[in-house]
């Protein structure tokens, strides 16, 4: 099992930055990706971004690109969000997956941790 817990979120206006936190602990090493997914009102849950724990290597949603950052260390995973819009505005979870293509896929995700809620205001 694999425990993951996200931390980082809140309340900020549109043009910010925030910089989420997931910590996973447990076995860790049946994990070689995370990633993080969003879920906005009202909408279903979608992919934003996946990192390799050992290569580095990164995908990320076209609706983020050139604005949000993935990056590991240790045992954490970080999303860097910049130019923050409304559009942002979900709670974000943390994901932990065989590889990034199985994280980016969304339908093969093993862990998830329960969430933290992002609200960009106008």
């Known amino acids: 099992q694999v425990q993951l817990v996200e931390s980082g979120g809140g309340l900020v206006q549109a043009g910010d930055s925030l910089r989420l936190s997931c910590v996973a602990s447990?076995?860790?090493?049946?994990?070689?990706?995370m990633g993080w997914f969003r879920q906005a009102p009202g909408k279903e849950r979608e992919f934003v971004a996946t990192i390799s724990w050992n290569s580095g290597r990164s995908r990320y949603a076209d609706s983020v690109k050139g604005r949000f950052t993935i990056s590991r260390e240790e045992n954490t995973v970080f999303l860097q969000m910049n130019s923050l819009k409304p559009e942002d505005t979900a709670v974000y979870y943390c994901?932990?997956?065989?590889?990034?293509?199985?994280?980016?896929?969304?339908?093969?995700?093993?862990?998830w941790g329960k969430g933290t809620l992002v609200t960009v205001s106008s």
């Open positions: 447990g076995r860790t090493d049946s994990s070689s990706a």
């Open positions: 994901a932990a997956g065989s590889s990034t293509a199985a994280i980016s896929s969304g339908t093969r995700v093993a862990y």
